[in-house]
């Protein structure tokens, strides 16, 4: 079987932490919104018994076992308890990694729902969430990918409306963010800013940004820029930006904000001041 599919970014509208388990897994209450920027996965299911091959077209992404397709692939047969059969991929990267976009998670979330709806869905939504949720904080909500609020370690979801239809300009600095650079700086963090993650979803669901553009907080970035240069001084030349305000998305590297009018000029304005930056301009999905 040949499969061609399209794994979407997603942005958070909100992030707070809310404590940390013995494992040293940090509690989270936050929005994920599913955007129109996508990678391109393909590739072919044989009916065999065989391993998992991996191509890209990022030199920089491995496609050994550490690949986050790997790890699903190991797991979902391990779990379904029968020989791995052979398959052979390609993956296109077109969203940034290391950028708070989620584009991995979404990798390896398509990739399983691919296997499962293979092998004539064994597994049912939530216990593809319990796989995910071992691979990946961000997995589960990729399973689903629709508007969601998302609490404890990313595998309590529920799907929220979305009705704001405005455009997004997302820019990724040329540096990345490692999850785990994120979440080392939280301890620095006195007093956290908290998003109002209720007030976020009423204007979601009744499409007015200005209910929520200033209850918007992102308690990683808060930390990042406590203890990151390079994303305090990328904060303050998007800060230098008229028309227009930007959110960290996730743990970074990658902000994003809503393009409520000009929004050619404002586009073009900061792809001539950010030429070193990877840019895209989105809409919700």
Do not use: W
């Not at 939280?186 to 204007?203: C, F, L, N």
């Not at 809503?258 to 950010?274: E, S």
């Amino acid at each position: 079987m040949e499969f061609k599919v399209f794994p979407n970014a997603k942005i958070n509208i909100g992030l707070n932490i809310e404590g940390v388990l013995e494992n040293g897994y940090h509690l989270l209450d936050m929005t994920m919104l599913p955007v129109d920027l996508s990678d391109i996965l393909e590739g072919k299911i044989f009916n065999e018994t065989g391993s998992l091959t991996i191509k890209t077209n990022k030199k920089d992404i491995p496609t050994d076992e550490s690949n986050i397709l790997y790890k699903v692939y190991k797991e979902f047969y391990n779990k379904l308890g029968i020989t791995p059969l052979k398959i052979d991929i390609f993956l296109e990267k077109r969203i940034p990694h290391q950028a708070g976009l989620g584009g991995g998670s979404s990798d390896g979330a398509f990739f399983l729902n691919i296997l499962n709806d293979y092998h004539k869905k064994p597994f049912s939504i939530n216990e593809l969430i319990e796989i995910g949720k071992n691979i990946g904080a961000d997995v589960p909500f990729f399973i689903i990918n629709e508007p969601s609020r998302v609490k404890g370690i990313g595998e309590e979801i529920e799907v929220i409306k979305n009705n704001v239809k405005i455009p997004i300009v997302i820019i990724k600095p040329n540096f990345g963010i490692s999850t785990a650079l994120a979440y080392k700086e939280i301890k620095k963090i006195k007093v956290p800013k908290m998003a109002d993650i209720s007030e976020i979803i009423r204007g979601l669901e009744s499409g007015d940004l200005s209910l929520f553009q200033d209850k918007i907080e992102n308690n990683l970035e808060e930390a990042l820029l406590l203890g990151d240069e390079r994303t305090q001084e990328f904060k303050k030349q998007l800060e230098d930006i008229e028309g227009i305000r930007f959110y960290m998305s996730g743990s970074g590297s990658a902000y994003y904000g809503f393009l409520l009018k000009d929004i050619d000029k404002i586009f073009c304005n900061v792809k001539q001041r950010f030429k070193s930056c990877e840019i895209f301009l989105c809409n919700f999905k």
